[in-house]
């Protein structure tokens, strides 16, 4: 369940009650008209804020399940376009799907990377999507003027995120 507060005022003004898991993870987009939840029954669930009803319900991808993991890290991050226009989040281990928030088309974008997907943001200029895996490794989309509706495939490259890399070798003292 998730409630919204009038500050000024200290009183409850809405009630989003359209979730049976523990809500893990709450956002709001950058144009304040929709908010966007992940629960722990791996359901990801956009609700219209100023009307105050669900507009869009699926499945998401959740590395970790509350039982066994229940720390919010853990979960796979989704992410609201600066725009306003999209949301993107994990579908599956190696997938993600992108929503249109006006008609909420979706489609559905293999990754590609040999490790599960870790979040999903866009670059402030909406020009980019960043996939980041659980092993730090980032693939950039070009997303810029892009039609997802009509075109499956985009643009990426992979950037590879060596601040791990310590961690794999070994240091010995020589005396």
């Known amino acids: 369940m998730v409630y919204k507060w009038n500050l000024k005022s200290d009183t409850k003004t809405s009630t989003f009650n359209k979730t049976f898991g523990v809500v ?18 791996s359901m990801l669930t956009i609700f219209n804020i100023f009307l105050g009803q669900k507009v ?12 066994s993991n229940p720390f919010p890290a853990m979960y796979a991050i989704h992410s609201f376009s600066p725009n306003g226009k999209y949301l993107s989040y994990p579908k599956t281990a ?21 490790y599960p997907i870790r979040s999903l ?48 070798k070994r240091f010995f003292k020589h005396t």
């Open 24 to 41: 893990k993870r709450i956002i709001v987009s950058d144009d304040g008209k929709f908010l966007s939840t992940i629960s722990s029954d």
């Open 94 to 114: 190696d997938s993600f799907r992108i929503v249109n928030l006006v008609d909420f088309y979706t489609r559905k974008y293999a990754s590609k990377l040999n």
């Open 121 to 168: 943001l866009y670059t402030p200029d909406d020009n980019d999507l960043m996939l980041i895996s659980s092993d730090y490794n980032i693939k950039l989309y070009y997303i810029k003027d892009y039609d997802f509706e009509t075109n499956p495939y985009f643009e990426s490259r992979l950037i590879n995120f060596y601040s791990n890399e310590i961690r794999k």
């Open 56 to 67: 869009f319900k699926e499945r998401a991808y959740l590395e970790a399940d509350y039982y």
